[in-house]
């Protein structure tokens, strides 16, 4: 048996949050979270409705059919995000995420953003931009680096 060259941790994760991703029920975009604190993965996220909810690929997209641009009015929508999905998993385990670092298929809104600040998040690896500048200018305030993931993540 050959072995291939191990990917790096950075690519290794971003991979993680790839597959995550997979389990996603958003119509619009299927995002995925690992949080990881020494090169290990503490918590996993991906956006779709709340436990026990309907999901959006069986009601319909209300964002879509309110013509709600990407970026804009994050409440209307049925879903919760990969991020945030990742911070509650970790909080209803009793498992302390201060001081780790978060990969994400994409880059941070604003409300998930004031979230991982507030958590203490160190760094946040993305591979896909978000067009979010008041999440962009929080993060910079708040010492939150934003680390743009540019290598291709293989498909799962």
Not at 10 to 37: E, I
Not at 50 to 71: A, I, N
Not at 75 to 100: F, T
Request: proline share 5%; hydrophobic share 40%.
């Amino acid at each position: 048996m050959t072995q291939g060259k191990r990917p790096s941790w950075n690519s290794y994760f971003m991979q993680m949050a790839q597959v995550v991703a997979g389990r996603s029920t958003c119509l619009r975009r299927q995002v995925g979270a690992v949080v990881v604190k020494d090169k290990q993965i503490l918590s996993t996220g991906y956006n779709g409705s709340p436990s026990g909810l309907r999901h959006c690929v069986e009601l319909g997209c209300l964002r879509q059919s309110l013509s709600v641009p990407s970026g804009e009015r994050h409440e209307i929508c049925r879903a919760v995000h990969a991020e945030q999905n990742a911070l509650v998993q970790a909080a209803k385990h009793g498992v302390a995420i201060a001081g780790a670092d978060l990969y994400t298929t994409h880059q941070p809104c604003v409300l998930c953003t004031k979230l991982l600040i507030n958590v203490g998040i160190k760094r946040v690896f993305y591979h896909y931009p978000y067009p979010d500048q008041l999440a962009v200018e929080m993060a910079m305030e708040a010492g939150l680096e934003l680390i743009h993931f540019k290598e291709d993540i293989p498909n799962p």
